[in-house]
């Protein structure tokens, strides 16, 4: 620029500075300042979509793993919270069958009569249905 001036045969600028174009010192284009720059405009505001997007999904993700967190937490119960006494053999792999008056108890070894899930096999234990 300073080469173009001295053409033009003069040393400085109307202004009697020297002649320095200010190039954008985001896009390297001239005619603007980085304040100004459009593409600078542009790219914050995507990024800033972006980051938006971003922390969106995040904490989508976060709602997930809390809710799957709440949806274990009531699967897994204590031992003494079974669903029933009945169930809990049945996790256990325990032959049972209902007293009429104390309700589910496991039932001897090689006796028929199990109404849950596994039965006796001899002295072993299978799934009631093999
Ligand atoms: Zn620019």
Known sequence: MQD???VAGKQTGPSGSMVEPRACKYCGYYGHTRQHCQTRLRDEEASAEAYVLQWQQE???????????KRDEAKELPWYQRESQEAWFD????PWYRDKHVGALPLSPGKDGAQGKWVWDGRTVKIADE
């Open 91 to 94: 996790e256990l792999g325990v």
């Open 4 to 6: 173009i001036v001295r």
């Open 59 to 69: 904490q989508m993700q976060l709602q997930e793993e809390r809710d799957k967190w």
